[in-house]
Nanobody, 115 residues
Framework: VQLVESGGDLVQPGESLRVSCAAS????????MSWYRQAPGKERELVAG????????NYVDSVKGRFTISRDNTKNTVDLQMNSLKPEDTAVYYC?????????WGSGTLVTVSS
């Protein structure tokens, strides 16, 4: 199982950014996928999750209305579109899945929101 995140960058408050996770080594279309983030000095938190068929999407309250999670089961990717970014969104963003009681994480991509 391999999860590789990309797309992190330095952006100004109010701007948008899209991060992506490329998955391999498992049958992607069968599994729930999530994005987590970890800000400096804080614990890792769940940001958003999406069911295998995209019918169910969940978000932490702090990003509702600003972030959108999506997936493409033909390309084995899961994306997080982030709009109206705030300085408090600054974090390393991680892709996650769980297969047969094992958790799998990518190495993360850094998103910095600063003027």
């Amino acid at each position: 199982v391999q999860l590789v995140e990309s797309g992190g960058d330095l952006v100004q408050p109010g701007e948008s950014l899209r991060v992506s996770c490329a998955a391999s080594g498992f049958t992607f279309s069968l599994y729930y996928m999530s994005w987590y983030r970890q800000a400096p000095g804080k614990e890792r938190e769940l940001v958003a999750g999406i069911s295998s068929d995209s019918s169910v999407k969940n978000y932490v309250d702090s990003v509702k209305g600003r972030f959108t999670i999506s997936r493409d089961n033909t390309k084995n990717t899961v994306d997080l579109q982030m709009n109206s970014l705030k300085p408090e969104d600054t974090a390393v963003y991680y892709c996650w899945t769980r297969i047969s009681a094992s958790n799998y994480w990518g190495s993360g991509t850094l998103v910095t929101v600063s003027s």
